[in-house]
């Protein structure tokens, strides 16, 4: 007697729904956050969400870049940022200038920053492992931002094998968060040397990233590298006062005065 396996075919339903996941995860594959700067952009490719990127810099352009990705983020994508400060980093000033520069609604924009500051390593390590997550998927954000990553870690009051433990664990928490949420992830680090400071340090930030970002100074520019990918360009940004020709014409070539 033949036997028989009964099987379940899957329902249409089911089918559209595998393809809209599919689609789901194609969009999410694609979307990049720019910084809106042509030369930067062309150059760097673009921010990529599920991807964690290291900034790690000698220059104050840090700065600027991060704070106009906050910008843009808003903007363009109309998600808000979740920004966890180690550095006292984060000016609401330079988020107000930028909007003026682009004829943005600064109160918009400042709203939709969350910020969260830390004092010590171990507020830094809280807020990172056990809280970041909970105000990205209260705030449905699109970039996280964890600035000046490795200074708190270096407290000479703390052991070098517990800050580096802690370091590993706010790590992993950045990478969770940032594929389960799709996030663009930018981590920051200013003062090339600081990595440098105790062994393994800079191999292990290094190596947590997707793409690492390195900004030097060299003479009137910067030397802007993509450590992973071997490639560098040298840049000569524009007073923040100042209007790039870009800016200028505006879209489409219309000229704002």
Same mark, same amino acid.
């Given at each position: 007697?033949?036997?028989?396996?009964?099987?379940?075919?899957? !329902?249409?339903?089911?089918? %559209?729904?595998?393809? /809209?996941?599919?689609?789901?995860?194609?969009?999410?594959?694609?979307?990049?956050?720019?910084?809106?700067? /042509? &030369?930067?952009?062309?150059? #760097?490719?673009?921010?990529?969400?599920?991807?964690?990127?290291? +900034?790690?810099?000698?220059?104050?352009?840090?700065?600027?870049?991060?704070? %106009? +990705?906050?910008?843009?983020?808003?903007?363009?994508?109309?998600?808000?940022? *979740?920004?966890?400060?180690?550095?006292?980093?984060?000016?609401?000033? !330079?988020?107000?200038?930028?909007?003026?520069?682009?004829?943005?609604?600064?109160?918009? #924009?400042?709203?939709?920053? !969350?910020?969260?500051? /830390?004092?010590?390593?171990?507020?830094?390590?809280?807020?990172?492992?056990?809280?970041?997550?909970?105000? *990205?998927?209260?705030?449905? &954000? $699109?970039?996280?931002?964890?600035?000046?990553?490795?200074? +708190?870690?270096?407290?000479?009051?703390?052991?070098?094998?517990?800050?580096?433990?802690?370091?590993?664990?706010? #790590?992993?928490?950045?990478?969770?968060?940032?594929?389960?949420?799709?996030?663009?992830?930018?981590?920051?680090?200013? $003062?090339?040397?600081?990595? %440098?400071?105790?062994?393994?340090?800079?191999?292990?930030?290094?190596?947590?990233?997707?793409?690492?970002?390195? +900004?030097?100074?060299a003479r009137?520019?910067?030397? #802007?590298?993509?450590?992973?990918?071997?490639? !560098?360009?040298?840049y000569h940004? *524009?007073?923040?006062?100042?209007?790039?020709?870009d800016e200028?014409? $505006?879209?489409? $070539?219309?000229?704002?005065?």
């Open positions: 007697m033949n036997q028989y396996t009964e099987v379940s075919l899957p !329902s249409v339903e089911t089918m %559209l729904d595998v393809d /809209a996941h599919e689609e789901l995860a194609q969009v999410r594959r694609e979307r990049t956050l720019n910084t809106s700067i /042509a &030369a930067l952009d062309d150059f #760097i490719g673009g921010f990529g969400s599920s991807q964690v990127t290291l +900034l790690d810099s000698s220059d104050r352009l840090l700065f600027d870049m991060v704070h %106009l +990705l906050c910008v843009n983020q808003v903007s363009e994508d109309g998600r808000e940022v *979740v920004w966890v400060d180690g550095g006292n980093s984060i000016n609401p000033y !330079s988020l107000a200038n930028i909007c003026k520069r682009l004829r943005i609604d600064s109160r918009e #924009i400042l709203d939709s920053v !969350s910020v969260s500051r /830390a004092f010590t390593a171990y507020q830094f390590v809280t807020l990172i492992d056990e809280m970041m997550e909970a105000e *990205v998927e209260r705030t449905k &954000a $699109g970039t996280l931002v964890v600035t000046c990553f490795p200074d +708190l870690f270096l407290d000479k009051d703390m052991w070098w094998s517990e800050s580096l433990q802690l370091m590993k664990r706010c #790590i992993t928490a950045i990478q969770n968060v940032t594929r389960k949420h799709d996030t663009v992830t930018l981590v920051t680090n200013f $003062g090339l040397s600081k990595l %440098l400071h105790k062994k393994s340090m800079r191999s292990l930030v290094y190596g947590s990233a997707d793409k690492v970002l390195r +900004l030097e100074n009137s520019a910067i030397r #802007i590298s993509l450590v992973n990918e071997g490639r !560098s360009m040298l940004p *524009v007073p923040h006062y100042q209007r790039t020709l200028f014409l $505006g879209p489409a $070539g219309k000229t704002y005065r």
